[in-house]
């Protein structure tokens, strides 16, 4: 049986329905870390670890969730005037429907599924394909058309909102609006896009470090609020009007930086650089100048370690290892930090050595046995045969 054809059977067992089946996608982020909520710019791909869900509808306004990852279950009405955060996994699900439903959907109760390949908390987002995919499935069983970009949207307010993490939009964005072969570079002011090749030359490689450090959500938030400290205490002093750090250049910023305590200072270094070296990294591959954005994607690893402060050893070690490899153009942390996973751009034909290489030194360093796996581009969320 696939993977599909179990998840529906196990449906079936639990509820006694026939379901209808979605997907939606976890994402590995080129370069532009922690940029999307500054304005700026991020160059995402989704790939093949997602999450699915079989469900089908309700005529009440229950909705009755399991996930097969955990073993857990949970329940909520829509109807219920007041929903409050439970402070757990329910808090994704229940965001989302909530936010469905104040936006005007007219969704119903459902019966839920949940099973998910995306590893939790390892830097892929999973609570972004979980909220993309609850999201998509719920309009989808009330009959309703789905806009990606709308339902991106929505999921971000429900992890802002309700969950409590103040991501940006970059993962529930990729989640719904992925394209096979290609990373998006995203605007994140105007979400316009732009479909960046990947050249056959290489691939995509995601190194999950195995580690997760705690309070990564609390250090999140507090990197958000020293950019938003950083553009209260330039705004007064530029000519120009600048509402988020996507307005800095990395020149005013060093014209400024008298402004700045020390460490916002390098926040917001990190910040201007970044999203300098994402439209840099686009115009490289762009020209299929491979060396060029591995240089950039080398250089945001610096910015994220010194400047921003969110890798950590076990990280910074992975990144250590794969440079030295043969056939690797660029190494850096993706996704939210404090552990999590690495990306490389790497050779097509050096990628298996790399691949055994990498796991053994990084073993060898600390003891932990990292996943290491080279992905390619998928398509964002949607339906699937069940
Ligand atoms: P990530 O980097 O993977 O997005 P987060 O901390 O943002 O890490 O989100 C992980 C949380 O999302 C989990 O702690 C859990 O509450 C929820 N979650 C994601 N996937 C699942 C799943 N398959 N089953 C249950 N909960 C999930
Ligand atoms: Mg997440």
Same mark, same amino acid.
């Given at each position: 049986?696939? @993977?599909?054809?179990? &998840? !529906?059977? *196990?449906?079936?067992?639990?509820?006694?329905? =026939?379901? $209808?089946?979605?997907?939606?996608?976890?994402?590995?982020?080129?370069?532009?870390?922690h940029t999307?909520y500054n304005d700026g710019?991020?160059?995402?791909?989704?790939?093949?670890?997602?999450?699915?869900?079989?469900?089908?509808?309700?005529?009440?306004?229950?909705?009755?969730?399991?996930?097969?990852?955990?073993?857990?279950?949970?329940?909520?009405?829509?109807?219920?005037?007041?929903?409050?955060?439970?402070?757990?996994?329910?808090?994704?699900?229940?965001?989302?429907?909530?936010?469905?439903?104040?936006?005007?959907?007219?969704?119903?109760?459902?019966?839920?599924?949940?099973?998910?390949?995306?590893?939790?908390?390892?830097?892929?987002?999973?609570?972004?394909?979980?909220?993309?995919?609850? @999201?998509?499935?719920? &309009? !989808?069983? *009330?009959?309703?058309?789905?806009?990606?970009? =709308?339902? $991106?949207?929505?999921?971000?307010?429900?992890?802002?909102?309700?969950?409590?993490?103040?991501?940006?939009?970059?993962?529930?964005?990729?989640?719904?609006?992925?394209?096979?072969?290609?990373?998006?570079?995203?605007?994140?002011?105007?979400?316009?896009?732009?479909?960046?090749?990947?050249?056959?030359?290489?691939?995509?490689?995601?190194?999950?470090?195995?580690?997760?450090?705690?309070?990564?959500?609390?250090?999140?938030?507090k990197r958000r609020v020293s950019c938003e400290q950083g553009v209260a205490l330039l705004a007064p002093a530029l000519?120009?009007?600048i509402k988020a750090l996507r307005d800095v250049?990395p020149?005013m910023l060093e014209?400024h930086k008298a402004l700045l305590p020390e460490e916002t200072y390098r926040r917001c270094r990190h910040i201007v650089t970044?999203?300098?070296?994402?439209?840099?990294?686009?115009? $490289?591959?762009?020209?299929?100048?491979?060396?060029?954005?591995?240089?950039?994607?080398?250089?945001?690893?610096?910015?994220?370690?010194?400047d921003y402060?969110?890798?950590?050893?076990?990280?910074?070690?992975?990144?250590?290892?794969?440079?030295?490899?043969?056939?690797?153009?660029?190494?850096?942390?993706?996704?939210?930090?404090?552990?999590?996973?690495?990306?490389?751009?790497?050779?097509?034909?050096?990628?298996?050595?790399?691949?055994?290489?990498?796991?053994?030194?990084?073993?060898?360093?600390?003891?932990?046995?990292?996943?290491?796996?080279?992905?390619?581009?998928?398509?964002?969320?949607?339906?699937?045969?069940?």
């Amino acid at each position: 049986m696939s @993977g599909t054809e179990e &998840l !529906s059977a *196990a449906f079936r067992g639990r509820f006694g329905t =026939e379901p $209808a089946c979605y997907r939606a996608p976890g994402r590995v982020n080129l370069i532009g870390e922690h940029t999307d909520y500054n304005d700026g710019f991020v160059m995402p791909a989704a790939i093949e670890y997602e999450a699915r869900v079989a469900a089908a509808p309700r005529r009440d306004t229950r909705v009755r969730l399991v996930s097969r990852n955990t073993g857990d279950s949970t329940e909520f009405d829509l109807a219920d005037p007041d929903p409050r955060p439970r402070k757990d996994w329910s808090d994704y699900a229940r965001g989302t429907a909530l936010m469905l439903e104040r936006a005007g959907y007219a969704i119903s109760g459902a019966d839920i599924m949940l099973d998910s390949s995306v590893p939790i908390g390892s830097g892929l987002s999973s609570s972004a394909a979980f909220e993309v995919v609850i @999201g998509y499935a719920l &309009l !989808s069983l *009330a009959g309703i058309a789905v806009d990606t970009v =709308e339902l $991106a949207k929505l999921g971000q307010k429900a992890e802002n909102e309700f969950v409590g993490m103040r991501c940006g939009i970059m993962d529930q964005f990729i989640s719904a609006n992925g394209a096979v072969g290609h990373a998006l570079m995203i605007d994140c002011r105007s979400l316009e896009t732009r479909k960046v090749p990947i050249d056959s030359r290489a691939r995509i490689v995601v190194a999950n470090s195995m580690v997760h450090h705690a309070h990564a959500g609390g250090e999140y938030n507090k990197r958000r609020v020293s950019c938003e400290q950083g553009v209260a205490l330039l705004a007064p002093a530029l000519e120009t009007d600048i509402k988020a750090l996507r307005d800095v250049t990395p020149e005013m910023l060093e014209a400024h930086k008298a402004l700045l305590p020390e460490e916002t200072y390098r926040r917001c270094r990190h910040i201007v650089t970044e999203n300098v070296r994402v439209l840099n990294a686009a115009e $490289a591959l762009a020209k299929g100048n491979l060396g060029a954005f591995g240089a950039l994607m080398d250089a945001s690893h610096l910015s994220m370690r010194d400047d921003y402060e969110i890798s950590c050893a076990e990280i910074d070690r992975l990144v250590e290892i794969a440079r030295v490899q043969p056939g690797v153009f660029g190494s850096r942390m993706t996704g939210g930090g404090f552990g999590g996973s690495t990306v490389s751009l790497v050779a097509a034909e050096a990628v298996e050595d790399f691949t055994s290489a990498t796991r053994d030194a990084y073993f060898a360093a600390t003891g932990h046995r990292a996943e290491v796996f080279a992905c390619s581009p998928q398509a964002g969320v949607g339906p699937l045969a069940c």
